[in-house]
């Protein structure tokens, strides 16, 4: 504050001004944000997308990012990827992404923090395990779930439920969670499509990398797939003979310098005699981000073959139907014996059912506080079991 006077030093038309200045006129600008359900004072130097993107960093949901694995769990060692470090990573790709395109990095990266928030434990066999669980009430998604938690499970304020996003940030949100809806007509608006893209590329990369630490693939196994043997003779080219030891982690940079440089420089020029149009008009018009057909053909083929020799891995298989059991058995019992769920739980159980409340409960757990639950459960203790 000003010694002479009680006017912010810095307010947020300096904000305003900055976008104005740093921006594409068809980013999302923070000018033109619609606002929070439950409304608040503009903050004298964040603008609203800042201040959502630090309410998601600082939230207990994402904090128990750490504990839930992407796709190999626990028990195959500790180097592989986290929720967490998956989502600092797409974070990062999308912002590289957001700011080339003059985009809105604020809105980009709350977004990206979010995406993953609503995963439950044991990577995709938990949703699954859960999806199939909760059939007749509609079913699991962790994208839909992500909603629940930043709307009404993070207790953060007195005066409401939830972190009080603006509605740019939960209608993103709400997209990803209807994705099959947004892949016609009207579009997603660009920072949305960004961070679509950064995940897909993150994930593409780093389940490689991690696959390869493991053991699960080889160098060699890849090098059949034309967008490693573009990457591996790119590494080739800028570093002459690479001994082999390195090699993993110069594929990961290259895989993802080759799909992000891709995706600007297709896109860059899309959108460059677009300047003067707004975020409203290129969602009306349907513009949707894209890879070069011959990346995106390459960018298949990946997954297609990660898909079949990575996560159906006769290593992971067992590992993965274990862990689906320990979540279907805690499902069952706590939906039998809704009284053994932590209190906040059991009144969601009174206000919608013992199954949603019982979903909710399992799905914010990381893997391990699951594994304790179960043993809590399966043994002859009685009584709720512990909230996260």
Known sequence: MDAFNDEPIIDLRRYDDREHLLLA????????????????????????????????????????????????????GIYHRTRLTHTFEVSSVARTISRVLRLNEDLTEALALMHDIGHPPYGHCGEDVLDECLADVGGFSH???????????????????????????????????????????????????????????????????????????????????????????????????????????????ELIDLQVSDLINQNGELLLPLQGRSSEDLSEAGLRLHHSPVLEAERNELERFLFDAVYRHERLIPVREAAGKRLLVLFEKLVANPERLPMRFRQRADHFSPAIATGEYLAGMTDNFCDRQFQQITSLASGPLADW
């Open 25 to 76: 006129s068809f980013a999302t600008h923070s000018r033109d944000s619609l606002g929070r359900i439950h409304p608040e004072q503009d903050h004298s130097y964040r603008g609203p997308y800042a201040r959502d993107r630090d309410r998601i960093l600082h939230s207990s949901a994402f904090r128990r990012l750490s504990g839930k694995m992407q796709v190999f769990t626990g028990e195959m």
């Open 143 to 253: 994208n839909q779930f992500a909603l629940v938690i930043v709307q009404q499970l993070e207790k953060r304020y007195q005066a409401f439920d939830g972190l009080n996003l603006c509605r740019e940030t939960l209608g993103g949100q709400d997209i990803r969670a209807n994705k099959k809806a947004a892949s016609v007509g009207r579009s997603p608006g660009l920072e949305i499509q960004v961070v679509d893209a950064a995940d897909s590329i993150a994930y593409d990369a780093h389940d490689v990398d991690d696959a390869l630490q493991l053991g699960l693939l080889s160098i060699e196994q890849l090098a059949d797939l034309s967008i490693i043997r573009r990457a591996l003779d790119a590494i080739n080219h800028a570093n002459g003979s690479v001994p082999k030891q390195q090699v993993r982690q110069l594929l990961v940079h």
